[in-house]
């Protein structure tokens, strides 16, 4: 029985499908057929049943598949253990990003990590906060920029790199004086990030503070397009004071009035479960780098 037995077993398991594990394990179709059968032959039952469209375990591959998996995490376990003892840090890590994380300048911060830990690899995926905190308990994510409205949940430990007001951006000609309450807004058509971030998890808390449901006329991931909306008379656009002081020469920027209505970006990063020594260096140099 050799690793990559296992490896193919598994992929085939999670992928039920003999093309889409070899696409994943950058290997000919062929190999990855031939090495599972000679698995099979070895332990003399039959791991998968290729009897339909979709490939599927059989009860002898169900019971064997959560072994190959801890035999393969066992020897990952092993290479990280003697790449730390040696000072060596490779591997990958995943990190999550909101789309309104610019400010806080990201791409440098990637670009840093890579130069210090050029044999680590880095993928970047975009999605909005819920999603991304979610990611980073289960263990999909080690890194992650997030909007927050308030705590975030147990298991996950957050460094501030962000905390500003919310403000209101209409047209030139808009409906609103330079500064308004909730309740003014109550009746108009505002545009705003979707459900699940923490602007609009903001905005949504504010309203219900005072009774009322904002009155939600367009959605956007990306808070530029809010306000490109606004320019063009289509509404009030909510975003984060930088952004919108960014723009007051297009613009009118209104403050809004009332406590609570602020937007916080956070690192985010998991304090329960084991994390390989490239998430360790990914989670202290980012830290690192925003405090100085």
């Given amino acids: 029985m050799e690793l990559h037995q296992l490896a193919y077993f598994v992929a085939v398991a999670e992928e039920g499908n003999f093309t889409r594990a070899a696409e994943r394990l950058h290997v000919a179709q062929p190999g990855v057929s031939a090495q599972v059968r000679r698995l099979e032959r070895e332990l003399g039952q039959e791991l998968l049943d290729r009897s339909g ?8 591959g ?20 003697v790449d730390e003892l040696a000072g060596l840090v490779r591997g990958q890590v995943a990190i999550g990003a909101v789309t309104s994380a610019g400010p806080v300048g990201l791409p440098d911060l990637l670009a840093g990590f890579h130069e210090r830990y050029p044999a680590v690899e880095i993928t970047l995926s975009e999605a909005n906060s819920d999603t991304m905190l979610a990611g980073l308990l289960e263990g999909r994510l080690d890194l992650a920029v997030v909007g927050l409205a308030a705590d975030p949940p147990a298991g996950i430990a957050t460094q501030v790199l962000l905390d500003e007001p919310f403000l209101a951006v209409t047209g030139p000609s808009g409906p609103l004086a330079d500064r308004t309450e909730i309740a003014e807004l109550a009746g108009l058509p505002l545009m705003a990030l979707p459900k699940g971030t923490g602007l609009r998890t903001a905005l949504d808390a504010a309203f219900a503070r005072e009774g009322l449901t904002p009155r939600i006329a367009f959605e956007a991931a990306d808070p530029n397009v809010l306000v490109q909306l606004a320019m063009r008379g289509l509404g009030v656009a909510i975003v984060p004071e930088s952004l919108g002081r960014y723009h007051e020469a297009e613009v009118r920027v209104v403050e809004i009035a009332g406590p609570g209505l602020r937007g916080v970006l956070a690192l985010a990063w998991r304090t329960e479960g084991p994390l390989s020594p490239a998430a360790r260096a990914l989670i202290a140099f980012a830290r690192a780098a925003y405090r100085s």
């Fill in 62 to 81: 169900a019971a064997a598949l959560p072994h190959a998996r801890a035999a393969l995490a066992a020897v990952q376990g092993v290479r990280e253990a």
């Fill in 53 to 60: 469209r979709a490939v599927r375990l059989t009860d002898v």
